[in-house]
């Protein structure tokens, strides 16, 4: 069956660096894009969609999410936005949680949490395991992951447990965990960060996921300038997610590298911290994408749309470049042509905004602006 979507008043494909067409069709055939073009010239379909003059843009891919977790950081958030200090554990609050939580807990929390994506437009999610640190709560989580996304990372290397020494927990990490969760995994993850991982744990980990098959992500330089990003480049990662803190060196590393610099700009909403800059990288010639980070700590959404406005006010970048960087951004992140972008063989995930242009995202903050959305070709609200 193929499926004709007409009427369409603004169509932002983000492909061809975002290239926007007006007075659009585009034509579903088994679940991949078979046609794009001017409505006049719209093929003949089995079955028609008018969506009445509205914006119709790529579905999100939301490149960085951890959503198998289990407990509540209400308390933390809270005390943040009081102005009081907090010390609840943090990551180490959530691990305990999700420890004691049964699989269909988590279960549900997450296919919870991925129906809010996908009703806000994302159709394409990676989800990190993180917060398990025993070898079988790792592997329990990415099987778990495993059931909502293809694109499941390995973040053994989240944050040290408490009691144990640091080194041994690397080795763990970088051994017998890695080993255990290497089947279930695509990606792995390494907090290299002050508190977390420094510059020689995080590459044992990082080394040890590559020789075992798996691509690389690395959580870089968001509390501190450090060498996250670096390290990250010179493995030849994906993608360096928060790049909060960075030196001319590093926005030079990123620039002249294909690892995607992953700005996640509900944490800092979140955390009240400073946001990243955007437009430097931008201007320096990196590739940039946008994703929610959405966990229970420090950037609970689950929302692209208030990422891009985020973005938008304030990271200094333009509302296309903002909706460029939620979608086919996010597939560079994830190395996927396949989604992020409306073009010929691309798959069939696009978003049809009660809006009549893209810039709406960003104008109207707040504001539930999705009115359907086609994933693989099926037509789902």
Not at 172 to 185: S, V
Not at 235 to 243: N, P, Q
Request: proline share 4%.
């Amino acid at each position: 069956m193929s499926l004709l979507i007409d009427g369409i008043g603004e169509l932002f494909t983000a492909d061809d660096e975002g290239t926007v067409h007006y007075d659009a069709a585009v034509v579903i055939e088994d679940g991949l894009i078979a046609w794009v073009g001017h409505r006049l010239n719209r093929p003949a379909a089995d079955e028609y969609l008018d969506v009445g003059d509205r914006a119709v843009i790529p579905g999100f891919v939301d490149s960085h999410a951890h959503l198998v977790f289990a407990g509540d950081r209400t308390p933390e958030f809270n005390a943040r936005m009081s102005g009081e200090p907090y010390d609840g554990g943090g990551i180490r609050t959530t691990v305990a949680a999700t420890r004691l939580a049964r699989d269909e807990g988590l279960r549900e929390n997450c296919a919870r949490l991925t129906g809010e994506m996908l009703r806000q437009g994302t159709t394409t999610v990676e989800i990190k395991s993180g917060y398990g640190l025993t070898v079988a709560d790792e592997v329990r989580s990415l099987r778990i992951a495993r059931e909502f996304t293809a694109e499941t990372t390995y973040l053994g290397a989240h944050t040290v447990p408490t009691g144990v020494d640091p080194d041994e927990y690397t080795a763990l990490a970088a051994g017998p965990m890695l080993e255990a969760c290497a089947p279930h995994a695509k990606w792995a993850d390494v907090f290299c960060e002050r508190g977390a991982f420094d510059g020689d744990q995080a590459r044992a980990v990082l080394t040890a996921s590559a020789k075992a098959g798996l691509g690389l992500r690395v959580h870089a330089n968001q509390l501190t300038a450090g060498p996250g990003v670096r390290l990250a480049v010179e493995l030849g990662a994906a993608s360096a997610d928060h790049c909060t803190h960075l030196t001319d060196a590093d926005v030079d590393a990123l620039a002249n590298s294909g690892t995607v610099a992953t700005l996640l700009p509900g944490a800092e909403f979140s955390t009240r911290s400073p946001y990243p800059d955007a437009r430097r990288l931008i201007d320096a010639g990196a590739r940039v994408a946008l994703a929610t980070d959405c966990n229970p700590g420090s950037s609970f959404t689950s929302s692209m749309a208030f990422c891009i406005a985020l973005a938008v006010r304030e990271m200094r970048m333009t509302p296309a470049e903002a909706l460029e960087a939620a979608t086919a951004g996010g597939a560079a992140a994830l190395r996927r042509d396949d989604i992020g972008r409306i073009a010929v063989g691309a798959r069939a995930d696009l978003v049809v905004l009660d809006a009549p242009s893209h810039v709406h995202l960003a104008y109207r903050p707040g504001t539930p602006l999705v009115g359907t959305v086609v994933h693989d070709g099926v037509v789902m609200s």
